[in-house]
């Protein structure tokens, strides 16, 4: 039987890590099957030795988040175990200090993995930036989330957020109304976003004023769009032709964000995906990143990653 004892500076920082009612040291207890004790700025971790070294990487860990203001969540813990089963928990002390923006509730937007930092490093170092990977990863909030920054900042005149009108599976018939009306349906998750960041008054101002476009991906062809900001969103939709016109349309001082998730493709006909083929022309590039999120990625449910990981494995045995 193995024991270590974890000095805290503040018991501030030992009542965030036990969480209400121990509900954040019960996981780690029942993760690495070990006894953690409070004692009063002291942490003490019994039980086999391996499971104890795990346990108090994955505490020290959480600790190194606590004193960066972090809150510490389920799926925060779930995610440190993650990193400590595959030996990377020393890089949650690169994660960012920073916030991306501040939304109008009040709540900093900020990366919650070491896959969103990245992407996010990207997006303020390169042109065009690819995130691709499963729902859940943070890939439409955050390239928001920086657009609205850029905005704020007078580093762009114009956010532009587009996606191409695919319906996801099934037929949705006659839609009344205008032009408009038909295809806000498909943009709804962009609206979102930016109501969060903005506030619908703010975006409502800002649409009039034609300093935010949200629009269908056909709108974007025979346009050079400079001074912008511009996010394509459920790429993995676009044919091929529609990839090299989007990409084409790059202006001067102007960034690309492009996502989507490979493994949800509604073209018809078995179309092939312009993302895919685009990740594969444009490899290489300078200026151009492409990154990719994995389940440890997914910051929504718990569920969520299990039922992608449980895809993944359906799909490997090609039923």
């Known amino acids: 039987m193995a024991e270590k004892l974890i000095s805290v500076d503040r018991m501030e920082t030992v009542l965030s890590l036990f969480g209400n009612y121990d509900e954040n040291v019960n996981l780690i207890q029942k993760e690495y099957n070990v006894v953690i004790l409070g004692r009063g700025d002291d942490i003490k971790i019994t039980g086999d030795e391996e499971n104890v070294f795990n346990a108090s990487e994955a505490i020290n860990s959480l600790i ?70 499963p729902a859940g990863t943070g890939k439409t909030y955050l390239a928001v989330a920086m657009a609205v920054k850029a905005f704020k900042a007078h580093e762009v005149e114009k956010i532009i957020l587009t996606r191409p009108a695919v319906e996801a599976g099934e037929k949705l018939g006659f839609l009344p109304g205008d032009l408009q009306c038909k295809v806000d349906p498909y943009l709804r998750p962009l609206y979102d976003a930016l109501f969060e960041m903005l506030g619908p008054d703010t975006f409502a101002k800002q649409q009039e004023r034609g300093c935010i476009e949200v629009a269908p991906l056909a709108y974007m062809r025979g346009r050079t769009l400079d001074d912008s900001f511009i996010i394509l969103d459920e790429a993995q939709n676009t044919t091929h032709e529609q990839m090299k016109m989007f990409l084409t349309r790059l202006g001067f001082n102007s960034k690309i964000v492009i996502t989507g998730d490979i493994t949800q493709i509604d073209l018809p006909d078995q179309r092939k995906s312009g993302l895919i083929q685009a990740m594969n022309v444009l490899k290489g590039i300078d200026d151009i990143s492409i990154n990719r999120f994995t389940d440890k990625d997914v910051v929504r449910h718990k569920l969520v990653q299990d039922i992608i990981l449980a895809y993944e494995k359906y799909n490997k045995k090609g039923m």
């Open 64 to 133: 190194a988040l606590i004193n960066k203001g972090e809150a510490i969540t389920e799926q925060t813990i779930r995610y440190v175990f993650t990193l400590v089963r595959e030996g990377k928990q020393y890089e949650i002390k690169h994660m960012s200090d920073d916030g991306v923006c501040v939304t109008v509730s009040g709540k900093l937007v900020k990366p919650k993995t070491l896959g969103q930092k990245r992407y996010v490093e990207a997006i303020r170092k390169k042109t065009i930036v690819m995130g691709i990977g």
